[in-house]
């Protein structure tokens, strides 16, 4: 590793090899303050041949290269597990919309907010939302896959993506922008690159389809006092609404720790076991519409509606929860995917499990009801105990489900993933690996042992 930062500041200037350790510091500690890591540098590229060039000085001398987007990852993938190159992608940038085709060609720097104010000038918008769209970026949402809140209309990072441009671990530059619709000559790069990880290659631009930006939406915020009856209600929007945007889940525990926050009020005289938010968007709204099947349905304790930018109001609760939760300490985040009739059974299990076993530690459940993905958040967990992390898995793989819905596998959890990926995967997805980066030099311990 030995002459590393001096070939680079040779390659790139010293200004864009950064060393200062005061300033590096933002960039070896993930959101959750959960994981950190050390660095000889970070290096902040601003084309896809200086990203080529990094990964050429990488491999000459044998240094982990940990690729860094916006660095609001929930599992850890993003801080380096061992000490090398931070490649942060921040500086490449560049938004081109075209509004006949619905299409954005973007640098993998670009945030979502960035993206979605240069497209909605054309009346567009990027259809995958997170709370977190103000710093995630549009390499680290495809090399997450990100779901986001209305994965339930429109699926995932996966299903926008239209082209890819990335340098591999073994070097080649791979160009796929032309942003065809179809396109089936051989592997196809941008499906082997999304939900990567950073461990086959570092992204560099993306061709994403474009949606229309709807109208007008309406938001209902349910108060329910069983996890049944919120799966009465969103089975029953799902078959009633076509319009449907969004069915989010939120819990007693987690609307408390908002209510901490010290922002708005919650609307109602008490905070049910669990709510619900149910969004829908179009050209138009049928309020009567949403506000009678409220009406119809016994499971609904109290409720709330709101439309067009009134419904902001509505979302906070929901949203304000990644930031409450962190605020109360470090969490572990188990982002779970469920077959969704399991979805009571599992919470019961969880609930019951941390009583019977961990009475210390705080369980708040939120989370994308409408995909069947639970995000349990447990708090007061001893920093070096993953025991309970380890027996919610065990759980999830006994109803049929994931281990990540959605924000992958990181380094928060490797050990876990024979629970539900074969010996035989793995071992594939190993070869793969080990094709595209020959020198392994890509985030080491990431999805990985
Ligand atoms: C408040 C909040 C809300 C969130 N809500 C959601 C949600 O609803 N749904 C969801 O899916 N996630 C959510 N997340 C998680 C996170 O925002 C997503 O995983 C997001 O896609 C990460 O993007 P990033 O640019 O911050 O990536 P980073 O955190 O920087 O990196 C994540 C991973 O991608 C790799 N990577 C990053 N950029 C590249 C690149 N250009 N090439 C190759 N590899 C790369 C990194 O090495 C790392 O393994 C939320 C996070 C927060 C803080």
Not at 328 to 339: E, H, M, T, Y
Request: charged share 20%.
């Amino acid at each position: 590793m030995a002459g590393v930062v001096e070939a680079l500041e040779r390659s790139f200037g010293s200004r864009s090899v950064i060393t200062d350790p005061e300033i590096i510091s933002r960039y070896l500690i993930d959101w959750t303050g959960r994981f950190k890591g050390d660095a000889l540098c970070v290096l902040r590229p601003v084309n896809s041949w200086q990203v080529q060039r990094a990964l050429e000085i990488a491999r000459e001398f044998h240094t982990p290269l940990t690729t860094q987007g916006g660095n609001t990852g929930l599992v850890g993938g993003a801080t380096p597990a061992v000490r090398g190159i931070v490649l942060s992608t921040e500086l490449l940038k560049g938004i081109e919309i075209d509004a006949e085709l619905q299409i954005a060609k973007v640098g993998a720097g670009v945030t979502l907010s960035e993206l979605n104010l240069k497209a909605g000038e054309a009346g567009l918008r990027f259809a995958v939302d997170l709370a977190s769209r103000d710093s995630a970026t549009m390499g680290g949402m495809v090399a997450t896959n990100a779901g986001g809140i209305h994965l339930i209309r429109y699926g995932g990072t996966r299903q926008q993506l239209l082209g890819i441009e990335a340098v591999l671990g073994n070097g080649c530059l791979i160009t796929r922008m032309e942003g065809l619709l179809k396109d089936n000559t051989g592997y196809d790069w941008p499906s082997v690159l999304c939900g990567s990880e950073g461990t086959l290659g570092v992204i560099t631009s993306v061709v994403f389809k474009l949606t229309p930006m709807p109208a007008h939406r309406s938001v209902a915020l349910i108060s329910v006092d069983t996890i049944g009856g919120a799966l009465r209600i969103m089975t029953d929007a799902k078959t009633r609404f076509s319009q449907l945007n969004a069915i989010e889940l939120m819990s007693r525990s987690g609307i408390e720790l908002v209510q901490l926050l010290g922002g708005d009020r919650w609307p109602f005289q008490a905070i049910g076991a669990f709510a619900l938010l149910v969004e829908l968007s179009g050209a138009f709204i049928e309020v009567e519409e949403l506000a009678e099947f409220l009406d119809s349905h016994d499971e609904v304790a109290d409720a709330a509606l709101a439309n067009d930018s009134r419904a902001d109001g509505l979302w906070y609760w929901r949203e304000r929860h990644t930031v409450a939760i962190n605020h109360a300490g470090i969490p572990r985040k188990l982002d779970v995917s469920l077959p969704i009739r399991a979805i009571p059974a599992f919470v019961g299990y969880v609930n019951e499990l941390v009583e019977r076993e961990h009475p210390e530690v705080k369980v708040v459940l939120f989370g994308h009801l409408g995909d069947g993905n639970i995000h349990v958040n447990l708090l007061n967990v001893d920093e070096s105990d993953d025991e309970l992390d380890h027996e919610i898995y065990a759980g999830v793989a006994s109803y049929g489900g994931s281990i990540s819905a959605e924000h992958g596998i990181g380094r928060a959890k490797v050990h876990d993933l024979t629970l539900t990926r074969s010996d035989s995967d793995i071992e594939s997805m190993k070869s793969l690996k080990r094709a595209l980066d020959p020198s392994m030099i890509l985030n080491p311990g990431v999805l990985f042992e």
